[in-house]
């Protein structure tokens, strides 16, 4: 009988796994002799030495020096996991601001300790929890984190709570800083390690009372550093055109580049493969993989595959070429990188909360970030790195750091959970990087009008049920109040297509202006900085539609088949229903140009919705398909959810965003027959110019009965829609009279 708990070396046989009692495998011996050779195996004993001293611990290492994939290892062997006699058992968490990273470094670590993913390492983010009762170390995206708090405030679960990836200061991480420095407070068994690539560790520090610092010294390369002459007008055609000087003239070496997207991404593997082919057996053979985060699991795993074998004995080396968005900045260690190429940009979340506006903008990177990418190329040798701007733009242009994302984003979901978390006083809460306060009124403000917070802002019984959906606040309300227009498996449905992120679209605009940059100047004088240089605006879309290059026409054949004339939401609606009708038949799919990956995503997200909502026993309902109001009360319902996202048609022929003013037009790809004189819109997308996308046509008449509240003409500013609510205001009275006499 194996004691599972047993601390290592402490009389238990050293060739038996303690997880599962199972001897090693031989292959565990030989990652065991690599782990070996990692910087944070040489401090090993005083990283525990002070976990076992201090409450919370902070350590920085250069990326690659095993972080991730051992600290986590080393923590369970040290903390005593089970209480004797109470049959309770602790787990260790360890955060990732990606589900990439959370996903591959598991499965990594799983192969590392010789046991099943999804056993005692797993897993867990939105919407895919890949762990058991048998997890001890569990690795997930802090979002996921922050929501295990809404049910567990204490985190009671967890001994160790490991913050990864700090230094990039995602909203969830900034928001599970102040609220883990209160936890601690009330925990004192639990312990929290903050870890970090880069050197803001003394802001860190002192955030943290003073924790302890650890530094694990890397060992980088000397790597070279080049910059273009001239600045490049498509950096994605330049990005192609170095690799190819690269693949021909340096001498042997992986590459890996820097490009933002996924839609960018695969159309670059697609361009240097071909590439590549036509140069001819002169020089090696190429692998080129890419990487973004909703590559299928199996997929991410293919860059740490070797690079190809010469075609022939003695023939030129192969090379391995790996394209991919930030997650290979810090979060993911590529061996055998030698050149990086970095055109200098990300795609970065803004919000202007004037307009109300959250975007993922293509933006161009920080100067840390420069830093970190080109320290890629001298992980296993000196390397070369090529930055496809000019050093004067380097200097000038380039920021120091990224803004934390708290900065930058649309804080109502944030709110939400905090306040379901029972953090009333959000003014002085300990923010690392306090958010501007308009930015917290439009929070507060989009709360109340939803009715999840009552006029003292504390949250309602209403707010409380939608903060238990993983979804925005707006959503989540349609959700939520979908059976009382008896349509509650619809309205899932199209939340499910709506949120199963599973690809980019990107959009392309030529040089940004700068008149309209300064629309999205921040109050708390935050700047964008865009070089002119192409831009590209994306934002995620539920893009179950395949448009392959080749068959455009057909593809859009096969969508206006789908088409519902009263609104996108509604032809989103008719895919699901035909994916059901054809039993998600993938052959059905690709003969439709439906994305069947797209389409089980969705699924699954439906899957986990509906399970909320019978836990909070929500009815599921529908109305009969053939009465007159079956697509009305759905239309109705969104309107419930999304009355904040309203545009009116104009006499000009443009639509206004209603209170907000904002000038916006159809997106292209909207399924209407006709201009509505009124629309809700999911998504307002910025470009040269702006467009609402994924609209519905809704009545004037449902807007006064469904929000009299965000519609009442008292505080509405002056417009052509104030003018026609009035009108309707009034009609309304009269018929009222009329009926009363
Ligand atoms: P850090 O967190 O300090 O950046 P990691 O712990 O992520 O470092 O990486 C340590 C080492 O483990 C690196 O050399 C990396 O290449 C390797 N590694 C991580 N994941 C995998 C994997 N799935 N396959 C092979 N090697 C991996
Ligand atoms: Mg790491």
Redesign the pocket.
Known sequence: KTNRFAVHGNGTNPLVNRWNGRPYSKRYLEILQKRKT?P?WHQKEEFLQALKANQTLILV??????????IPQFVLEAVELEIPDKRRKFMVACTQPRRVAAM??S??VA?EMDVNMGEEVGYSIRFEDCSSSRTVLKYLTDGMLLREAMADPLLERYKVIIL?EAHERTLATDVLFGLLKEVLKNRPDLKLVV?S?TLEAEKFQGYFYGAPLMKVPGRLHPVEIFYTEEPERDYLEAAIRTIMQVHMCEPPGDILVFLTGEEEIEDACKKISKQVANAGDVYGPVKVVPLYSTLPPAMQ?KI?DPAPPPVMVGGPPGRKIVVSTNVAE?S????GIVYVIDPGFSKQKVYNPRIRVESLLVSPISKASAHQRSGRAG?TQPGKCFRLYTEKSFNNDLQPQTYPEILRSNLANTVLTLKKLGIDDLVHFDFMDPPAPETLMRALEVLNYLGALDDEGNLTKLGEIMSEFPLDPQMAKMLVVSPEFNCSNEILSISAMLSSKCHYIVLSILCLESNRLSKWKYNNGLRMLLLSLRMHACLPVPNCFLRPREAQKAADQAKANFAHIDGDHLTLLNVYHAYKENNEDPSWCYENFINPRAMKAADNVREQLVRIMVRYNLKLCSTDYNSRDYYINIRKAMLAGYFMQVAHLERTGHYLTVKDKQVVHLHPSNCLNRKPEWVIYNEFVLTSRNFIRTVTDVHGEWILDIAPLYFDLENFPQCEAKRVLEKLYKKREREREESKN
């Open positions: 990692l944070v290492g250069e990326t690659g020096s095993g972080k991730t994939t051992q591959s470094v499965r990594r192969e990864d870890m690539a795993q740490f810090t993911l260690t590529i061996d992980r």
